[in-house]
């Protein structure tokens, strides 16, 4: 493992430990923000859809859902190779 490799490593974990110590003080600023100006005008959600409506959309072959399948599948393979890669590394 060369120390180039782990300086790049140690910048971008340094870089994101940052951006998330930002992002968790503008949460606290937003939370602070939203306790001093509580929500308005709040709409409850929409209502469900009756139920003829959804049991014919769970019973229809749906096009996303097999789009939805193929593209986990492909997001598990990558990871379990990155994750062999890091073991590899490891030993």
């Known amino acids: 493992m060369s120390?180039?490799?782990?300086?790049?490593?140690?910048a971008?974990?340094?870089?994101?430990?940052?951006?998330?110590?930002?992002?968790l003080r503008e949460n606290?600023?937003?939370e602070q923000e939203l306790a001093?100006?509580?929500?308005?005008?709040?709409?409850?959600?929409?209502?469900?859809?009756?139920?003829?409506?959804?049991?014919?959309k769970a019973e229809k072959p749906d096009r996303a859902?097999?789009?939805?399948?193929k593209e986990r599948d492909e997001i598990r393979r990558r990871l379990e190779a990155l994750i062999a890669r890091l073991e590899a590394l490891l030993t």
């Not at 971008?12 to 992002?23: D, G, M, Q, S």
């Not at 709040?42 to 139920?51: G, K, R």
């Open 3 to 10: 120390r180039d490799f782990m300086a790049d490593l140690e």
């Open 12 to 23: 971008k974990v340094n870089a994101a430990a940052a951006r998330i110590e930002e992002l």
């Open 28 to 30: 606290r600023r937003l």
């Open 36 to 56: 001093q100006n509580p929500l308005r005008d709040f709409s409850p959600p929409p209502p469900p859809l009756p139920a003829t409506v959804a049991a014919a």
């Open 65 to 69: 859902e097999k789009a939805w399948t």
